[in-house]
């Protein structure tokens, strides 16, 4: 008597964990408030004071690195919600300020440019993302560089003529004060973003 061929045995199935769903806005909204309260910090840590009344602080720093981190426009409303809750009242801007009077001081084209800096920044940095690896750090800087030019100092000055009652070259004169401590800010936000996109690719993947 010989014993039926034994069937082979099916592979036992494998138990994969189900996709974790996330929410696209409890992210948004986690990241925007996150980088707000960056900016907040970088605003209140001690500046250095300047004769025009409108310090060298971190600002800028902390407005640029959420446009390269968080893409144009998570980095535009993470820098607008930092700048409501200051206008609001609470003191988050430079010197420990906050409320409207912020409005009447020379420092006020400064700060109503930063929404718009951390937006150019965040485009500029999504092209700046594409090229190769061995020039994404130089594409950053750039990035970063190209929308403090564009928005801040150009605003900067234009807030400097009218709480001051400067000329365009006296203005001028002023803020380029500001220009060394500017380039030494966004070497240091571009290595910032650079590194912590590759610690957290996915932001990358849901830029935005």
Not at 97 to 114: D, E, I, N, Q, W
Not at 136 to 145: Q, S
Not at 153 to 165: E, T, W
Request: net charge positive; with cysteine.
């Amino acid at each position: 008597m010989t014993d039926a061929p034994q069937q082979p045995h099916a592979p036992a199935p494998t138990l994969e964990p189900a996709p974790v769903v996330r929410s696209s806005t409890a992210a948004d909204v986690a990241l925007v408030s996150t980088f707000a309260a960056f900016v907040a910090v970088c605003a209140v840590l001690p500046g250095i004071p300047t004769p025009s009344g409108v310090p060298i602080t971190l600002q800028t720093f902390g407005v640029v690195l959420a446009g390269l981190v968080l893409g144009w426009r998570r980095g535009a409303l993470a820098v607008g919600l930092y700048l409501a809750v200051g206008l609001a009242g609470l003191p988050v801007f430079a010197e420990g300020t906050g409320g409207l009077v912020v409005l009447t001081k020379p420092s006020v084209g400064y700060l109503l440019a930063f929404p718009f800096a951390a937006a150019v920044a965040g485009a500029f940095a999504s092209r700046a993302l594409r090229v190769r690896p061995a020039w994404r750090y130089a594409a950053l800087v750039a990035a970063g560089l190209g929308a403090s030019f564009l928005t801040i100092h150009p605003a900067g000055i234009a807030g400097l003529m009218a709480r001051l009652g400067l000329s365009l070259p006296e203005a001028f004169a002023i803020d380029v004060v500001y220009w060394p401590g500017d380039v030494v800010k966004n070497l240091l936000a571009a290595a910032v973003a650079l590194a912590v996109l590759r610690a957290f690719p996915d932001l990358l993947r849901t830029r935005r």
